[in-house]
């Protein structure tokens, strides 16, 4: 699990997406304080760790993290946003350029993850074919055991 790249990249932007609730977005102002931050970092981190931890499964995998880095672009641009209009506001901190980090992260990770779906399932098409030409080879196309 722990040597394919993508699992690293996920592995990295849960960390990041964790670090959210325990940073700053500008001067004192907590990500946690303002409830509809909140709830995007809570369903940021939650896809993040569900795309960590089901690479059994990859094309749930896939999608969550796909999900994921949809999400963290909503999230950078309510925060660019947030920075533009207000205009007296202060400098925001660097976790401000967490999603755009989380969203390389998972696209990284989704193409990973795709490209060793397709690898599987060729393999398996391979196998599929192998098997059947081993099966007309030796006179058996079907199950039949040869009885009528």
Known sequence: MWQRSQTLYLAIATVLSGLLFFCDKAGEIRYTAYVPY???TILITLLEFLALTTWKFRVFQFR????????????????GVDFF?????????????????LVILDIMAARGIWADEMMVQSVGRLRSSRRNSHRKASGRVTGNSGRH
């Not at 969550?64 to 925060?79: C, E, G, H, R």
């Not at 209009?85 to 980090?101: D, K, L, Q, R, W």
């Open 85 to 101: 209009v207000t205009g007296n506001s202060p400098a925001f901190h660097i976790s401000a350029v967490f999603p755009v980090v």
């Open 64 to 79: 969550t993290a796909n999900l994921a880095a949809i999400l963290s672009a909503v999230f950078q641009i309510w925060l």
């Open 38 to 40: 909140l709830i995007l």
